[in-house]
Nanobody
């Protein structure tokens, strides 16, 4: 079993910054891609950014140039630096990890989510 624990959410004014963290724990052999998604009230969950174990990154167009995803493989942790936040970024942010277990099987795990609220 793998747990993903997110932290760093909160309330911030438009133009401000927040840094989200997501740490994976459990009997992990390695973690392939890690990603951030978000879900605003009344909307579907949407992709924000992802990063491979080798450091290749992808971003949603809506956050490109404002958000930066990074990871620390030694700590099994992924980060999301969010700058120049706008009210439309308000959502619950979820961490996602594609994990290669010691058993040899690969599973996808989700965190519990962390609330980000941007006031205008």
């Amino acid at each position: 079993q793998v747990q993903l624990v997110e932290s760093g959410g909160g309330l911030v004014q438009a133009g401000g910054s927040l840094r989200l963290s997501c740490a994976a724990s459990g009997i992990i052999f390695s973690i392939n891609a890690m990603a951030w998604y978000r879900q605003a009230p009344g909307k579907q969950r949407e992709f924000v950014a992802d990063i491979t174990s080798g450091g290749n990154v992808n971003y949603a167009n809506s956050v490109k140039g404002r958000f930066t995803i990074s990871r620390d493989n030694a700590k099994n942790t992924v980060y999301l630096q969010m700058d120049n936040l706008v009210p439309e970024d308000t959502a619950v942010y979820y961490c996602d990890a594609n994990v290669w277990m010691v058993s040899g099987k690969i599973y996808n795990y989700w965190g519990q989510g962390t609330q980000v609220t941007v006031s205008s």
